[in-house]
Nanobody, 122 residues
Framework: QAQLVESGGGLVQAGGSLRLSCAAS????????MAWFRQAPGQEREFVAA???????YDADSVKGRFTISRDNAKNAVYLQMNNLKPEDTAVYYC????????????????WGQGTQVTVSS
């Protein structure tokens, strides 16, 4: 089964940028649709962005125009470029993979990373 490890989180000022990485092992990600979700303290986990096997991309309205998901099957990795960060983007960000179709629905994802903290100060 696929194992996912996120990295790249940290503390950044509002307006700044971060690039999250998700490294996969155990399986090649080319057979998976991939996604990023986030969870802020006291809130439900929510969809951020997803990318299909053919690299079609989907974004949540809250991050559209600011965040970009990408994948590099040769490196077995998925990325989330986050620009113009806002304090409301503060959350733990999770990478997820599914053998099914690309979707924003949490329960459809089979594999999850442990998460990486992103904190945006005002």
């Amino acid at each position: 089964q696929a194992q996912l490890v996120e990295s790249g989180g940290g503390l950044v000022q509002a307006g700044g940028s971060l690039r999250l990485s998700c490294a996969a092992s155990g399986r090649t990600i080319s057979g998976y649709a991939m996604a990023w979700f986030r969870q802020a303290p006291g809130q439900e986990r929510e969809f951020v962005a997803a990318i299909s096997r053919s690299s079609t991309k989907y974004d949540a309205d809250s991050v559209k125009g600011r965040f970009t998901i990408s994948r590099d099957n040769a490196k077995n990795a998925v990325y989330l470029q986050m620009n113009n960060l806002k304090p409301e983007d503060t959350a733990v960000y999770y990478c997820a993979a599914t053998l099914g179709i690309v979707t924003s629905i949490i329960k459809n994802y089979d594999y999850w990373g442990q998460g990486t903290q992103v904190t945006v100060s005002s």
